[in-house]
Nanobody
Framework: QVQLVESGGGLVQAGGSLRLSCAAS????????MGWFRQAPGKEREFVAG????????YYADSVKGRFTISRDNAKNTVSLRMTSLQPEHTAKYSC??????????????????WGQGTQVTVSS
């Protein structure tokens, strides 16, 4: 059984920053790629950022490149997403997922096996 718990969401003004965290337990966390996805009301879940098992390979959606940074700490079983220059279009529920492979960072939800409950990010204009 895998448990993922996200935290760090909240309400922020446009131009502000947030740092999301995802704490994992119940599986060999460090053996798999991890990803952050988001889902806005009425929209499908979309890929935001991902990191391989070792933390040395990252991948971002074009819309967040240069603004968001993903990182992981395998000793603490956590993966983080630093978000800067937030805009209203970034408003969504953000969730972390455990990838199906160690090296490949998938960009589709079906490439992830487990999900957390998510944390809401709301950016006001």
């Amino acid at each position: 059984q895998v448990q993922l718990v996200e935290s760090g969401g909240g309400l922020v003004q446009a131009g502000g920053s947030l740092r999301l965290s995802c704490a994992a337990s119940g599986r060999t966390f460090r053996s798999y790629a991890m990803g952050w996805f988001r889902q806005a009301p009425g929209k499908e879940r979309e890929f935001v950022a991902g990191v391989n098992w070792g933390g040395d390979s990252t991948y971002y959606a074009d819309s967040v490149k240069g603004r968001f940074t993903i990182s992981r700490d395998n000793a603490k079983n956590t993966v983080s997403l630093r978000m800067t220059s937030l805009q209203p279009e970034h408003t969504a529920k953000y969730s972390c997922g455990v990838g199906n492979t160690p090296l490949r960072v998938g960009t589709r939800p079906n490439e992830y096996s487990y999900w957390g409950q998510g944390t809401q990010v709301t950016v006001s204009s």
